[in-house]
């Protein structure tokens, strides 16, 4: 059988509001080309994020309605935690709100001036985090990772000898932790191989340096070691996960990604040393700790999903979906991230508009032209979310320049992503008469959110 169908029937549907071209260039005119601030009724079709915007099934409604508001000791809790403890064998757990609350309470007791945090790749929250508490964050992605168009089974891997050089010029006493990001988002969706996990693992064991998973596409990344790590097609998912989180000491995760989950997130952890301090801070900041800033209902939620995104037939038609999309823009001369991430297609926006320099941010302005032509929102990964300046206030640009459509789980389909490409492809073959962009306001951390952009 060569059709993937999509695993579940559509018990509910939300419509899209329609509007025209020349609408959505006085909308975008107005939201001064951020789509951040659009509002999602002038959106068509949403690629912003895969972040809280899934469908969830009818079970886990159910389980919302099952859902214990107790305060303490929900029973929610009680299968949130089992449920957790199963998946990652780790034997703490501590609900959040999100993601970025289980790192803000992680960096605020790991972090301060003169620490630095590696990763392969940190997300913008998790280095905004990292940041904000006056420590460093170091991306290590391994050289496969840096180049696009170069297709490569795991490209979201550490550099491990990098790891062993960082670690020798900073002091393992310096480096509070590493962070190991599945799969890498801002490094293309790309997965991590079981073996640089490991790797990375035991350099970190070697030098008592506390080892942590950026778990919020878990499952994914199982779903490629799988497909593409010898020795693991006839393994489970759950027993590639729980193998994956076997040489952690502990992890840090999104539910709104691989948990179907439209809110939360949890730390979870083996030192129960550091767990009492994460949850006296997240008594203070999100709740107490059977809830953590969730209701009742959320962590059924939670659970439920968690258990359903392990589902083969699920994870082969999310692989194979998003495949779908890169490899028809592939088709047309689209110079995408290859191969296909988990969760989202990257464009190379540097490749696809090469005559807009990179201060002029081209990934931003192939953001804007996609909403203008078919209503897509996407989210720009490139030096409007990553640059800094230099002493003299010159663009020091990201690595890459790249564009993200992230694809929400269960939400779309295929005749929704065949409109996507149509527009993507229609942009591509005006692409020279589009202009870049100036930054006409902005914040220090995360100005991505918030800029205001005019074009050139
Ligand atoms: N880590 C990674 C790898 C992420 O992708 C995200 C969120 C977070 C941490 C933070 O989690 O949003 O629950 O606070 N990524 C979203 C995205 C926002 O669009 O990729 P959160």
Known sequence: MKTIIEPFKIKSVEPIS???????????????YNPFQVKAGDVLIDLLTDSGTSAMSSNQWAGVMMGDESYAGSAGFFHFEKTVKDITGFPIVIPTHQGRAAEKIL???????????????????????????????IDLLCEEGKHPSVPSAFKGNMDIEALKRVIGEKGAENIPMV?????????????????????????????????FIDACRFAENSYFIKLREEGYADRSVPEIAAELFSYADGCTMSAKKDAFANIGGFL??????????????????????????????DLEAIAIGLKEVMDEHYLQYRIRSVEY???????????????????????DAKAFLPHIPVDQYPGQALVCALYIEGGIRSVEIGSLMFGKYDANHQLKPAQMELIRLAIPRRVYTQSHIDYVAEIVINVFESKDSLRGLTITEETALLRHFTAKLKPV
């Not at 972090?111 to 392969?120: D, E, L, P, R, T």
């Not at 490899?327 to 110079?335: D, E, F, M, R, S």
Request: charged residues 20%; neutral net charge.
């Open 179 to 211: 962070i190991m990001t599945v799969t890498n988002n801002s490094g293309g969706g790309q997965p991590v191989s079981m073996q640089n996990i490991k790797e990375a693992s035991a350099v970190c064991k070697e030098h008592r340096i506390p080892f």
């Open 107 to 137: 960096f605020s007791i790991l972090g301060g001036k003169g620490k630095w945090f590696i990763s392969n790749t940190l997300f913008d929250t998790t280095r905004a985090n990292i940041e904000f508490s006056g420590a460093e964050g």
């Open 18 to 32: 329609f509007n025209t071209k020349e609408e959505r260039f006085e909308i975008l005119e107005k939201a001064d």
């Open 325 to 347: 999309l890169t490899n028809k823009l592939i088709a047309a001369g689209i110079p995408v991230m290859q191969p296909a991430g988990g969760h989202a297609v990257y464009i």
């Open 268 to 297: 979870a952890m083996k030192d129960p040393e550091l767990a009492a301090k994460c949850r006296n801070l997240l008594i203070i900041t999100e709740g107490f700790t059977t809830y953590g800033g969730l209701a009742g209902r």
